[in-house]
């Protein structure tokens, strides 16, 4: 019989520091001297107390063959996260390290914490959250090795995490499965009711438009021209861009799952914005301050306005934000005139998100913050916090003094509903009739939670970004919104 052969496993791997110093530490660690009072239980603070026992143990050495192994493992597997993770925080079920790597596991860990290669919070909670590891160390490469119980320890590690996901029905995320109803294949929601026909057509056409998704160029000259953009290559953003064209598979390429709030990921959901001019993409379609620009149904519903009050909101020219203060006035003053009195700061709002300059308001107030960090707080303290502590922070406090009335609609809202949920559901089903309108014209397209992407396709050919906004448009004024759309363009860079 013909031996099986051992295809070698592409592992990453430290570059400057060796398995046998890891391994050297690691034993160092293990067999320090540990003292224990033996008659604990007999020492107390009053004056019966025994005088205290001292017992020193040390451990015995784990064998330096199966340490190497074991170092071999758990460093691609940190690399390998890390490398994915766009912020470089990334955590590692303790129980499922145990299971592949026994009750030493955390003696690695802690290994590689004193050797300087990763930082791991010491805040944790048994079974809602592990410790947040980062790789501090990125002087890493990529080898091919042939090693059996590595490979064993890599089967293992998929395993549990399949097993994990499958069994978990709190997840965030809710995978896809098939099933032969009625002598017919139908995609279904594992653990929900079947998936209707209209829902079934409308993953049957987003699979099709994914099918399509390709690298304008080869791989190789991907790679290629990631390293012309880094002089400095020990870095996790070098890695995590390297970690995004490497993981491209194109016969892979397939929605991942589906979450609560109907929201779809795959490939392009998690690729960095700076790689997307090197994939088939013919342009984008962003809708501004989204989640903001949803907020307003809810100050419409609580203050009854119809289009004909919006019209004179939304039709009003876009300003400076610096006007911003002037223009709400006048807009208040034109509806005052119609015999209709409502809250400045909410006229303002409205206009801002409908003209998408409410991160540019919020930062013309903030001018401390970065704009990442205007969004950061707008959320964490204003929009999704369910908890009224915004009142306590210095943003919270100047975000109430500009918007009173729009704070209070959303704090009234968040005691009686999951506000980020209901936005991100809302978010999902306008996209989803989007997508649909789109499908019907035969386009190529998919979604990136709040932007339509439409693909260089031959059934895209003459496609433009206007005919893909008027159903944006179409889309959103039919429940009394009025977005802004960003268009992005994505020629192919010098390589």
Request: hydrophobic share 40%.
């Amino acid at each position: 019989m013909a031996k099986k052969k051992i295809v070698p496993i592409e592992l990453y791997k430290l570059t400057n520091v060796p398995i046998d110093s890891l391994i050297d530490k690691c034993i160092e660690i293990t067999t320090r001297p540990m003292v224990k009072v033996v008659n604990a239980d007999g020492v107390t603070s009053d004056s019966q107390s025994e005088s205290p026992i001292l017992e020193t143990k040390v451990k015995a050495a784990p064998r330096r063959a199966i340490l190497y192994q074991k170092f071999l493992f758990l460093v691609h597997l940190i690399i390998s996260r890390c490398s994915a993770s766009k912020d470089n925080r990334i955590q590692l079920h303790s129980e499922r390290l145990k299971n592949v790597l026994g009750n030493d596991y955390d003696i690695l860990l802690e290994t590689l914490c004193e050797m300087n290669i990763i930082s791991m919070t010491t805040e944790y909670a048994v079974g809602v959250h592990c410790r947040f590891i980062s790789l501090k160390d990125w002087r890493v490469h990529i080898e091919p090795t042939i090693n059996i119980k590595v490979a064993e320890y890599l089967s293992r590690w998929a395993e549990l995490t399949q097993k994990d996901v499958n069994s978990y029905n709190e997840s965030e995320h809710i995978e896809l499965e098939v099933k032969i109803i009625d002598g017919r294949a139908q995609v279904i929601k594992k653990g929900e009711k079947i998936i209707g026909e209209q829902e079934q057509w409308l993953y049957d056409m987003y699979k099709d438009s994914l099918s399509y998704l390709d690298l304008k160029i080869s791989k190789d000259n991907a790679i290629g021209y990631i390293d012309s953009l880094f002089t400095n290559r020990n870095t996790h953003k070098y890695h995590h861009c390297l970690h995004n064209i490497l993981s491209f598979d194109k016969k892979n390429i397939k929605i991942t799952s589906i979450d609560k709030q109907d929201r779809i990921y795959h490939y392009l959901t998690y690729l960095r914005k700076d790689l997307k001019y090197l994939f088939n993409l013919k342009f984008q379609l962003d809708i501004a301050n989204s989640h903001p620009l949803l907020l307003c149904k809810l100050l419409i519903v609580k203050y009854k306005l119809d289009y004909n009050i919006l019209n004179i909101i939304y039709n009003k020219e876009r300003v400076e934000v610096c006007d911003l203060h002037n223009v709400s006035e006048q807009l208040c003053n034109e509806l005052q005139d119609k015999g209709l009195s409502i809250e400045k700061d909410v006229v303002r709002f409205i206009y801002a998100c409908s003209k998408g300059m409410m991160w540019d308001e919020l930062n013309n107030s903030f001018p401390e913050y970065s704009r990442d960090e205007i969004k950061s707080n707008a959320f964490a303290l204003i929009f999704y916090n369910p908890r009224n502590i915004a009142r306590y922070t210095e943003f919270g406090k100047k975000f109430m003094s500009v918007y009173p009335n729009v704070y209070a609609a959303i704090e009234e809202t968040k005691d009686k509903t999951r506000l980020p949920l209901l936005m991100m559901k809302t978010e999902s089903t306008l996209m989803r009739r989007i997508l649909t309108k789109c499908y019907l014209q035969g386009w190529k397209v998919i979604s990136i939670h709040d932007a339509i992407v439409a693909l260089d396709t031959q059934e895209n050919e003459g496609l433009e970004p206007m005919a893909i906004k008027r159903i944006i448009n179409d889309v959103y004024r039919a429940v009394l919104l009025h977005p802004t759309v960003h268009i992005d363009e994505f020629p192919l860079p010098a390589v």
